[in-house]
């Protein structure tokens, strides 16, 4: 079963850019899709972003103009990058592979972030 | 864009059947999957393309869809499934986006 593992800074200022990691283990990352989803603190679900292994990316349109996801093959793993981070950003980031581009069947354990000055 | 409507708590006596819907519009022309999630846990996929189960996942979960509601159903509920439940679709029309529904918490009376 593959695993994925979440790294990134778990307290981000307001207006900086978010960097987060996922590495993917017992299992390569070639020839499927991976993706983000977070979850504000008490609230549901929200998809962010995912993209085919060979870089083909879809956005959330709500945050598309922030979001950047990609790829390091060789490392077996995937990032994200929000820009212009707001309290509002504040959530659990978890990182997946996608099945077919449509659902999430292995997902990591998530990561809190916190936007705070 | 594409909505997906869940009540926001279900709540059943062990040993009973739980039915968990979700509404969008012609729903049923579309894939929808569940997750499950307890607290401070990821989500974990319970159902997936409507009705099927991924390995591991056992018979008691279920899935339907038709017309403007699928339905996750959940017999012979014990206390370990008390959990928020998530529907979600893929939508393929123009930008590809997934569409979550907002979470059901079912309680295990």
């Known amino acids: 079963q593959v695993r994925l593992q979440e790294s990134g800074p778990g307290l981000v200022k307001p207006s900086e850019t978010l960097s987060l990691t996922c590495n993917v283990s017992s299992g390569s990352i070639r020839d499927f899709y991976w993706g983000w989803v977070r979850q504000p603190p008490g609230r549901g679900l929200e998809w962010i972003a995912y993209m085919y292994f060979s870089g083909t990316t879809y956005y959330n349109p709500t945050l598309k103009s922030r979001v950047t996801i990609s790829v390091d093959t060789p490392a077996n793993q995937f990032y994200l990058q929000l820009t212009s981070v707001t309290p509002a950003d504040t959530a659990v980031y978890f990182c997946?592979?996608?099945?077919?581009?449509?659902?999430?069947?292995?997902w990591g354990q998530g990561t809190p972030v916190t936007v705070s000055s | 864009s594409y909505a997906l409507a869940q009540p926001p708590s279900v709540s059943v006596a062990p040993g009973q059947t739980a039915r968990i819907p979700c509404g969008g519009d012609n729903i049923g022309s579309k894939s929808v999957h569940w997750y499950q999630q307890k607290p401070g846990q990821a989500p974990v996929l319970v159902v997936f393309?409507?009705?099927d189960r991924p390995s591991g996942i056992p018979d008691r979960f279920s899935g339907s869809n038709s017309g403007n509601t699928a339905t996750l159903t959940i017999t012979r509920v014990d206390a370990g499934d008390e959990a928020d439940y998530y529907c979600?679709?893929?939508?393929?029309?123009?930008?590809?986006?997934?569409?979550f529904g907002g979470g059901t918490k079912l309680t295990v009376l």
């Open positions: 979600q679709l893929w939508d393929n029309r123009g930008d590809h986006s997934w569409v």
């Open positions: 997946a592979r996608v099945w077919g581009g449509s659902y999430c069947d292995n």
């Open positions: 393309d409507d009705s």
